[in-house]
């Protein structure tokens, strides 16, 4: 019988193996092979990256051409911040010049998602933002301060701070909620499920299930049409 043996395994058995060999001789700590682990920046870099959303437009964030007409939208990243665009001559002019559109597509995810967010304070004084509080975006969410050091503090900790504003969304949309009883993803949702309420461009989505959860993330665009239309539908049966 042959048994497959993952490298890592292998080299703690062969780790094992030589200490047996020579159990009357020291042998230092450092000469045991232990698995590595992740350097810090990289453990703050995957938190950060999961913290994001995804890009949700449905405009190349390049041209503005819709996504999907040209085949298979391409994903790019900037500085840890996913976008999509419509062809790999997009990606490549994205590449070139990542700024121009990176300020092209913050203005418009501004503008998109402002109606949407949850509060009147900032997130981090409490404070009342006032009629022109300083609007920004990070990993393709709408963040509102009600000055730029206010900013600044939100851009030194910004998985926390986005935690906090995902807790406000939910409190803010959840009684008003359009589709409580439906996934977008897998449809009804049923007795036995136990649904989790995500939070994608400062909108709320109800899942059924976890993995319902990761494909509204990995793929937003596709579903926030769908909660848009039964939140407008439900808001309009409501009566004022
Ligand atoms: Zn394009
Ligand atoms: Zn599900």
Same mark, same amino acid.
């Given at each position: 019988?042959?048994?497959?043996?993952?490298?890592?395994?292998?080299?703690?058995?062969?780790? *094992? =193996?030589?200490?047996? *060999?020579? +159990?009357?001789?020291?042998?230092?700590? +450092?000469? $045991?092979?232990?698995?590595?682990?992740?350097?810090?920046?990289? $453990? @703050?870099?995957?938190?950060?990256?999961? +913290?994001?959303?995804? &890009? &949700?437009?449905? =405009?190349?964030?390049?041209?503005?051409?819709?996504?999907?007409?040209?085949?298979? =939208?391409?994903?790019?990243?900037? /500085?840890?911040? !996913?976008?999509?665009?419509?062809?790999?001559?997009?990606?490549? =002019?994205?590449?070139?010049?990542?700024?121009?559109?990176?300020?092209?597509?913050?203005? $418009?995810?501004?503008?998109?998602?402002?109606?949407?967010?949850?509060?009147?304070?900032?997130?981090?004084?409490?404070?009342?933002?006032?009629?022109?509080?300083?609007?920004?975006?990070?990993? /393709?969410?709408?963040?509102?301060?009600?000055?730029?050091?206010?900013?600044?503090?939100?851009?030194?900790?910004?998985? !926390?701070?986005? !935690?906090?504003? /995902?807790? *406000?969304?939910?409190?803010?949309?959840?009684?008003?909620?359009?589709?409580?009883?439906?996934?977008?993803?897998?449809?009804?949702?049923?007795?036995?499920?136990?649904?989790?309420?995500?939070?994608?461009?400062?909108?709320?989505?109800?899942?059924?299930?976890?993995?319902?959860?990761?494909?509204?993330? @990995?793929?937003? &665009?596709? &579903?926030?049409?769908?909660?848009?239309?039964? /939140?407008?539908?439900?808001?309009?049966?409501?009566?004022?």
């Amino acid at each position: 019988m042959r048994i497959a043996l993952p490298g890592r395994t292998l080299s703690w058995f062969c780790a *094992a =193996a030589v200490l047996g *060999a020579c +159990s009357h001789e020291r042998i230092s700590e +450092s000469a $045991i092979p232990r698995p590595e682990p992740p350097p810090a920046d990289r $453990i @703050a870099t995957d938190e950060i990256a999961t +913290s994001m959303d995804t &890009y &949700y437009l449905s =405009a190349c964030a390049q041209c503005g051409g819709l996504l999907g007409t040209r085949g298979d =939208a391409p994903e790019v990243v900037h /500085n840890v911040r !996913r976008y999509r665009v419509c062809s790999s001559a997009c990606a490549a =002019a994205f590449n070139l010049a990542p700024e121009a559109c990176v300020e092209r597509v913050n203005a $418009i995810m501004i503008a998109d998602q402002r109606p949407y967010y949850p509060l009147a304070v900032s997130l981090v004084s409490g404070r009342p933002l006032g009629p022109h509080p300083v609007e920004f975006v990070w990993g /393709n969410r709408l963040f509102r301060a009600s000055d730029p050091a206010e900013r600044d503090l939100i851009l030194s900790d910004p998985v !926390r701070y986005v !935690r906090q504003l /995902n807790r *406000a969304v939910l409190a803010a949309q959840s009684s008003s909620y359009g589709m409580p009883d439906k996934c977008p993803v897998q449809g009804d949702i049923l007795p036995s499920d136990v649904p989790i309420d995500i939070v994608v461009a400062n909108r709320m989505v109800r899942v059924c299930c976890g993995r319902c959860a990761r494909v509204v993330r @990995a793929r937003p &665009y596709q &579903y926030l049409g769908m909660v848009e239309y039964a /939140n407008k539908h439900r808001s309009d049966a409501q009566p004022p």
